[in-house]
């Protein structure tokens, strides 16, 4: 998959876990500062993320991604 | 020199002028608030300091303040006497006092209510110190030693004209809005002990003695005993010392600060008059306002009895 | 040293002019001698614990990034660096605790008799116990290379502004600092920055937090006098008690640090305007629950999500509902055991886990922003009762008193009816400066505004505000005893 379309299918995931239609993701946007976000919607995402992208992140990933950038990139890296 | 730091030092020029300012207009403010006091605590300092004029001179904590009514003194001696037992201070306050009073007035007697416990070390009364941080400006070299005591850096801090006024404010606000009465100093109590009253607070007072340190003998404030009695005795001033009436059971004998302030007062030949655990006070709690207090009944009760012991010393 | 201490007020500077004099190559040493003295003023002997902790981390660290690849070393190396770190701080703090609570309970072990078990764990122990696992965990997660250089190392353990009480901070945002050549060149607005954070800590330090501890201490010394009003009116000012000591301290900290153009994580953001609890644990001891969330809470949470994703028969619950429940059930009991090694702390402790539970069930959103922030402030402080009590007991006859005698105010005796009044006071002018910051802050501002002698006098209108209201005789920092 491209990174244009990870970012387009993140940005969905997003949109609906956070209830937030308006929601627009840059690779830029820091995740911990998004509205809506947080410990819990976290987990939520994450479950969400592994199931649409079908992959397990492990928690150096997890940890390591502060931005969506960094959370496309992982994607990507781990697609089959 | 690097740009940096000469902003840095031009702002910090600025901001030294700054404080400078603020604290002579503001020190300025603050201390014309304080001395337009027309009750309280501080109200009786000052004017014991500056315009209290009598033959005999009541010196004491609060017990000395609660207990001696000059109006009953005057009565019966036919002698002016003024009341400047203020709460919470013991003998290091006294003498502090009563240098800055006797270096205006010569009274015929000083007489010092003392407590039994007064010479063991106190940081609380020591901490009381404090109110005497409002005077310094005037009495820099009567004042400034014993604030040391507190701690060495008074003697920085009190240059700022507004820490000279720390933890005024309260108390001018209160007695601006419910003016004390007192008369030549003596401030009247007006409630009754009830037996209720009196087991519950001997009950907190030991209490208090149990989870407080051990005590011990400060010689910084035997020291300031002997001063005290020393300067009435080298300006030729009679002095007394008195126990005054107490409930509690706090007795002036079989404890070493009280045996120490004996002591003192038989070794410069002082006389001491016991109260502490006269029988007729005992037998009339309703004399008390509370377990270590006469209330106004009972002041001018005793009031009464000391003045017939004191004609022995006039 | 304590920060309000003459001592204080002559060593910062001293360090600071010092900090700026030296040369970069060897600004380390002097911030590390420094710290290791301010820590030696304490006591000499918890010398020995900061020095074998920092040892054990360098090491651990330089071991597991070797390691790699090799997943299951690096476990191993992971779990020695924590079990040294965990255990010292458990045989340090929670000895005796642990041995009273098997006595009492199974009645084996001989009475605590030995003063071995009541080891004085060293000040600032739970801190820079915290701030050193989350550089091991770094480095076990990849975020960063080790640090080689033992002496920044043990800066970064030991930095004197933060190892009494924190902020704990991460290994990824501080200790890249201590490298940092355009950091440490002088700038005045860090020196204005860092003035201006010690102020508004010495503020809150000793106009509001010392004169709130008199009457608090007063009403919970003796618990059974009182009545429920007392209790309400008591636990008040001990919100503010706790809040005013912990983030003035907190600031002195940062503004400390800050002086030499270090950038430290702030750790308190007007707490009691939290409109839920949730949003109070990202506004309070910041740090911490940080800490807790990246180290213990997130882990915990993938982990059991998981797990619980497999499980079939969860019709009833949804797994994300039962993971978010678990998770913050273990993250806030350790919370509150952190905290201290008593009961009424792990209760605190729970009962935070459990609103936040709750909360996540009931998953209101919006409402009258006032409404929420009063709700939210009467959990926390029905949550207060049990961290300032002594014990449990003492916690449940709070409670009785409150619900069932409310009695008459309690006005203190003499000399003491004043503190409580200076501490109104000071509150209501903390009040005033938080509710212009947290509801106008783009208005008109005095600290930050443009012109210099604003801000200046505005700086020196703080100090005159310590100077006549504040309490100057050596009192401790509450949170120095964790």
Redesign the interface.
């Known amino acids: 998959m491209e990174s244009t379309e990870i970012l387009k299918k993140i940005n969905h995931i997003f949109a609906t876990v956070l209830e937030n239609r308006e929601i627009l993701l840059s690779r830029e946007t820091i995740i911990t500062n998004i509205k809506g976000w ?3 919607s ?3 995402l ?2 969400s993320m592994e199931k649409n992208f079908e992959l ?2 492990n ?2 990933e ?3 991604c502060k931005n969506i950038g960094d959370l496309c990139d992982t994607i990507q890296r781990k697609q089959p | 020199m690097n740009s940096q730091l000469k902003i840095l030092l031009i702002k910090a020029l600025k901001f030294i002028v700054i404080l400078a300012i603020l604290d002579i207009g503001l020190g300025m403010g603050v201390r014309m608030l304080f001395f337009t006091q027309h009750s309280g605590k501080f109200f009786r300092m000052n004017r014991s300091f500056t315009k209290a004029n009598a033959d005999i001179f009541i010196f004491g904590s609060s017990r000395s303040n609660h207990h001696y009514h000059p109006e009953i003194l005057n009565d019966e001696l036919n002698l002016k006497s003024y009341n400047v037992g203020a709460q919470g201070q013991q003998i290091l306050f006294q003498t502090t006092v009563q240098k800055i009073i006797l270096n205006r007035v010569k009274p015929k007697l000083v007489i010092l209510d003392v407590s039994p416990e007064w010479m063991y070390k106190s940081t609380e009364a020591n901490d009381n110190l404090s109110e005497l941080r409002p005077f310094y400006f005037r009495y820099p070299e009567i004042i400034g030693p014993v604030l040391a005591v507190q701690s060495q850096l008074q003697k920085f801090w009190l240059n700022s004209r507004i820490y000279q006024y720390n933890s005024t404010i309260v108390h001018i606000i209160y007695y601006r809005l419910k003016p004390q009465i007192d008369v030549d100093g003596y401030v009247p109590l007006f409630y009754t002990m009830t037996p209720r009253d009196s087991r519950s607070q001997i009950l907190d007072d030991s209490l208090k003695n149990l989870n407080g340190k051990p005590k011990s003998i400060d010689t910084i404030y035997e020291n300031a005993l002997t001063s005290f009695l020393q300067n009435a005795r080298s300006r030729n001033i009679n002095v007394v010392m008195v126990y005054s009436p107490d409930y509690s059971g706090a007795k002036a004998v079989g404890n070493p600060s009280a045996e120490r302030i004996n002591a003192i007062g038989r070794a410069m030949e002082i006389p001491v008059i016991d109260y502490s655990d006269d029988p007729y006070f005992r037998n009339h709690p309703e004399m008390f306002n509370d377990i270590h207090h006469l209330n106004d009944q009972g002041a001018k009760e005793f009031s009464r009895q000391i003045t017939q012991r004191l004609k022995a010393y006039l | 040293m304590y920060f309000n201490t003459t001592q204080y007020i002559l060593f910062l500077p001293l360090v600071v002019i010092l900090f700026y004099l030296t040369p970069f190559r060897f600004r380390w040493l002097l911030l590390l001698a420094a710290s290791y003295y301010f820590y030696v003023c304490w006591r000499a002997e918890f010398m020995v614990v900061i020095i074998f902790s920092t040892m054990v981390n360098y090491f651990s660290a330089i071991l597991i990034a070797r390691n790699k690849t090799n997943k299951r070393n690096k476990k191993i190396f992971l779990t020695i660096a924590l079990v040294i770190n965990l255990g010292m701080l458990i045989i340090l703090k929670y000895l005796g605790f642990i041995n009273d609570f098997f006595h009492e309970i199974f009645g084996i072990i001989p009475a605590p008799t030995s003063p071995l078990l009541y080891l004085i764990a060293p000040v600032g122990l739970s801190y820079f116990t915290l701030q050193s696992l989350t550089y091991v965990f770094d480095t076990y997660y990849n975020l960063r290379e080790p640090e080689k250089h033992p002496g920044i190392f043990a800066l970064y353990v030991a930095f004197f502004p933060l190892i009494l009480s924190g902020p704990i901070e991460q290994s990824t945002h501080l200790l890249p600092q201590f490298r940092d050549k355009a950091r440490a060149k002088l700038k005045s607005v860090n020196i204005e920055e860092g003035i201006k954070l010690i102020i508004w800590g010495y503020f809150l330090k000793l106009v509001v937090a010392d004169r709130t501890s008199i009457y608090v201490d007063a009403v919970f010394g003796n618990v059974d006098r009182h009545g429920g009003i007392t209790f309400i009116a008591a636990l008040i000012l001990y919100s503010f008690q706790i809040y005013s000591d912990f983030a003035g301290y907190s600031c002195i900290a940062i503004g400390s640090a800050r002086l030499m153009g270090f950038d430290v994580l702030h750790n308190f953001n007007r707490p009691y305007f939290s409109q839920s609890i949730s949003e109070f644990w990202t506004r309070w001891h910041i740090s911490l629950s940080t800490w807790l969330r990246n180290y213990l809470f997130n882990p915990l949470s993938y982990y059991f999500m998981r797990k619980l994703q497999k499980e079939r028969y969860l019709k009833i619950i949804k797994p994300e509902l039962l993971t978010y429940a678990i998770a913050a059930s273990i993250t806030f009991l350790m919370c509150g055991i952190w905290h201290g090694a008593n009961f009424t702390f792990i209760i605190w402790g729970s009962l935070h886990g459990f609103y936040l539970i709750v909360d996540r069930i009931i998953n209101k959103k919006g409402g009258n922003r006032v409404l929420n922030i009063i709700i939210t402030y009467i959990l926390v402080l029905f949550a207060w009762i049990f961290f300032r009590s002594e014990n449990v007991h003492q916690s449940l006859t709070v409670i009785k008193a409150i619900l069932t005698h409310p009695g008459s105010l309690y006005i203190p005796f003499d000399s003491d009816v004043v503190a409580p009044v200076y501490a109104v006071l000071g509150i209501f002018i903390l009040l005033m400066v938080e509710v212009k910051r947290e509801f106008f802050n783009n208005s008109f501002s005095l600290s930050g505004n443009k012109n210099e002698y604003i801000r200046m006098a505005s700086y020196g209108f703080m100090i005159f505000l310590i100077l006549y209201l504040g309490v100057f005789d050596a009192s401790q920092f509450m949170y120095v005893k964790f």
Do not use: E
């Open positions: 947080d410990s819990f976290n987990i939520r994450i479950m397990k992140f928690t150096f997890i940890q390591s």
